[in-house]
């Protein structure tokens, strides 16, 4: 069983930047493909970038592409995986979670492990 923590969610004002962390509780012994994915009380939880097992490809939400980068740290299989968000809207505010699965296919819809959320705000 993997757990996900994720740290680095926060109160930033419009056009700002948050940087979110997601590591895994213990060591793990293969390399998961990671998503984020988020969620208001408002709207079902949505996906919002993925990086594949390697590190070397990523997919993002049209509402994020440009101002969102997914990226991921395999040294000794930690799996940590960052979210760095620039260009903050207020429409960006959510909960963000955390997710891994065994392949990208996996991760893109219904990953098996999941962190237990950060809450991200911004302020208009």
């Known amino acids: 069983q993997v757990q996900l923590v994720e740290s680095g969610g926060g109160l930033v004002q419009t056009g700002g930047s948050l940087r979110l962390s997601c590591a895994p509780s213990?060591?793990?012994?293969?390399?998961?493909?990671m998503a984020w994915f988020r969620q208001t009380p408002e709207k079902e939880r949505e996906f919002v970038a993925a990086?594949?097992?390697?590190?070397?490809?990523?997919?993002?939400a049209d509402s994020v592409k440009g101002r969102f980068t997914v990226s991921r740290d395999n040294a000794e299989k930690m799996n940590t995986v960052s979210l760095q968000m620039n260009s903050l809207k207020p429409e960006d505010t959510a909960v963000y979670y955390c997710a891994a699965g065994d392949s990208p296919k996996e991760v893109l819809s219904t990953p098996r492990y999941w962190g237990q959320g950060t809450q991200v705000t911004v302020s208009s």
């Open positions: 990086v594949s097992n390697s590190g070397g490809s990523t997919w993002y």
């Open positions: 213990g060591r793990t012994f293969m390399t998961y493909a």
